[in-house]
């Protein structure tokens, strides 16, 4: 089933500059991106975006790191966008990601771990939104 997942590329990606290679993957994968924009969060967009995570005790931290410089969001539509991607970005802790993964390959640390991707459809849709309008959106049919 086609789907739709939201990608962040975390400041520390674009400030390694890694962004070209993580979207490569994508576009070889034979994903499509059907949206995409570089962007500052504010403190308040940070926590409604990880507000699943209010009240961890790395939640502080997180917010700070997520705002600390430009990250990108990408939309990536294709079958079984949601699950495909999780897999190709690998585990959060990148001690345990496997090699070949995106974390596996570029993170040390769960802090800065390169790059979030919605843990599933739901998550998705309201992530999208939060990143997206639907006009920025391309989608194969049209938005999402
Ligand atoms: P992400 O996939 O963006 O979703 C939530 C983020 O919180 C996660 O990646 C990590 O960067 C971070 N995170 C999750 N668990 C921990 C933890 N135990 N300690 C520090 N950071 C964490």
């Known amino acids: 089933m086609k789907e739709t997942t939201l990608v962040l590329l975390k400041p520390d ?7 070209g290679e993580i979207i490569l993957r994508f576009d070889q994968k ?28 790395f939640f502080p931290r997180l917010v700070e790191f997520i705002t600390s410089g430009p990250l990108i969001a990408i939309a990536v539509q294709g079958d079984n966008a949601v ?8 585990s959060t802790d990148p001690a ?19 790059i979030h ?3 599933s459809l ?18 194969i049919d049209g938005g999402i």
């Open 117 to 119: 991707a919605s843990d």
């Open 30 to 57: 034979d994903l499509q991106i059907i949206g995409l924009k570089m962007l500052r969060l504010s403190k308040d967009q940070a926590e409604k975006h990880y507000a699943e995570h209010c009240g961890k005790p």
């Open 83 to 90: 699950q495909i991607v999780r897999r190709m970005m690998g």
């Open 96 to 114: 345990v990601a496997h090699p070949g993964t995106i974390r596996g390959d570029y993170a040390l640390t769960m802090e800065r771990n390169v």
């Open 122 to 139: 739901e998550s998705a849709a309201r992530e999208l939104r939060l990143f997206f309008l639907e006009h920025e959106l391309f989608g």
């Open 13 to 19: 990606a674009v400030q390694r500059k890694l962004s």
